[in-house]
């Protein structure tokens, strides 16, 4: 495949997925956080609650909201997320206004912020994945991290907090709580859908049969490893062996390892993203 039809397939799955993520947040939102009067993420939580107060229609909220917010995004950000986060806030409002009155006829609070947690993180995974946006938050956080190195996850946890404080003094805490436990949802699944699916293990290796391991490894695993130098022990092995495995890898891995040497040492870090042979490869658009 060349560099022209990666290009163009990165572009038809942008244009499919980021809508059909926005279409699953929204069915979320409408689905079963507005029948009991729960909030979600960011400004879709503050379109929420003004619904809830005022009968303004969410729809109509966030795309007044996101106004001001795609200004300063023209000024700060770059070009490709901002047509991309434009087009995501579009389906995403189009979707909201299409499935207002929608319902999926759950009874109990708790089950309905769990699922709809659940619903929305993945939603939200789907659009992220591509390099998209609903907007909102979003943008905001990118602003915030590129002029005072502030993370995503801080940006949206004060927020957050501030929309749960708000909901607890007007509807009480157990909404409040219920709708705590609906964010997490929403956070624990777009974290999954944007590195669960392509989760690595590092495994660092300090063997004096490094020889051997590595070449084992290579024979029945398929994975090679990369040499590093010890320098800070002059009585242990002077080359560290790392290799970057699947999960699915490491039981057969630490099989070879302690095979051919039962003293060596071993340390196992997660690593949530690896691109190249062996791994996920995405065209880059």
């Given at each position: 495949m060349n560099e022209k039809q990666t290009k163009i397939i990165g572009v038809f799955s942008k244009a499919v997925l980021i809508p059909l993520g926005?279409?699953?947040?929204?069915?979320?939102?409408?689905?079963?956080?507005?029948?009991?009067q729960l909030?979600?993420?960011?400004v879709s939580g503050i379109s929420l609650l003004v619904n809830?107060?005022?009968?303004?229609?969410?729809?109509?909220?966030?795309v007044a909201i996101n106004v001001p917010i795609f200004i300063l995004a023209w000024i700060f950000?770059?070009?490709?997320?901002?047509y991309f986060s434009l087009?995501?806030?579009?389906?995403?409002?189009?979707?909201?206004?299409?499935?207002?009155?929608w319902s999926f006829g759950v009874e109990n609070m708790l089950l309905s912020a769990v699922a709809g947690g659940a619903m929305c993180g993945f939603g939200l995974g789907l659009v992220l994945r591509q390099g998209g946006s609903k907007g909102g938050m979003d943008i905001i956080a990118g602003i915030m991290h590129k002029f005072y190195s502030l993370s995503?996850?801080?940006v949206s946890a004060f927020v957050n907090f501030i929309i749960i404080a708000v909901m607890a003094a007007i509807f009480g805490l157990e909404p409040a709580l219920l709708t705590f436990g609906a964010i997490f949802a929403i956070g624990r699944v777009a974290e999954a859908m944007l590195s669960g699916f392509n989760k690595s293990i590092t495994v660092l290796v300090l063997s004096r049969s490094?020889?051997?391991?590595?070449?084992l490894a290579s024979e029945e695993l398929g994975r090679r490893a990369s040499v590093l130098q010890n320098i800070e022990d002059e009585k242990r092995p002077k080359e560290i062996l790392m290799f970057i495995i699947k999960p699915r890898e490491l039981s057969r891995l630490k099989d070879i390892i302690f095979s051919e040497d039962k003293a060596?040492?071993?340390?196992?870090?997660?690593t949530k993203e690896v691109r190249g042979a062996g791994f996920e490869r995405k065209g880059l658009y």
């Amino acid at each position: 495949m060349n560099e022209k039809q990666t290009k163009i397939i990165g572009v038809f799955s942008k244009a499919v997925l980021i809508p059909l993520g926005a279409f699953i947040f929204a069915c979320g939102v409408n689905g079963f956080f507005v029948p009991h009067q729960l909030l979600s993420t960011g400004v879709s939580g503050i379109s929420l609650l003004v619904n809830y107060l005022w009968g303004i229609p969410v729809w109509l909220m966030v795309v007044a909201i996101n106004v001001p917010i795609f200004i300063l995004a023209w000024i700060f950000v770059s070009r490709r997320f901002f047509y991309f986060s434009l087009y995501g806030l579009f389906a995403y409002t189009l979707f909201l206004w299409l499935t207002t009155g929608w319902s999926f006829g759950v009874e109990n609070m708790l089950l309905s912020a769990v699922a709809g947690g659940a619903m929305c993180g993945f939603g939200l995974g789907l659009v992220l994945r591509q390099g998209g946006s609903k907007g909102g938050m979003d943008i905001i956080a990118g602003i915030m991290h590129k002029f005072y190195s502030l993370s995503y996850s801080t940006v949206s946890a004060f927020v957050n907090f501030i929309i749960i404080a708000v909901m607890a003094a007007i509807f009480g805490l157990e909404p409040a709580l219920l709708t705590f436990g609906a964010i997490f949802a929403i956070g624990r699944v777009a974290e999954a859908m944007l590195s669960g699916f392509n989760k690595s293990i590092t495994v660092l290796v300090l063997s004096r049969s490094h020889n051997k391991i590595a070449e084992l490894a290579s024979e029945e695993l398929g994975r090679r490893a990369s040499v590093l130098q010890n320098i800070e022990d002059e009585k242990r092995p002077k080359e560290i062996l790392m290799f970057i495995i699947k999960p699915r890898e490491l039981s057969r891995l630490k099989d070879i390892i302690f095979s051919e040497d039962k003293a060596a040492d071993i340390s196992i870090i997660d690593t949530k993203e690896v691109r190249g042979a062996g791994f996920e490869r995405k065209g880059l658009y």
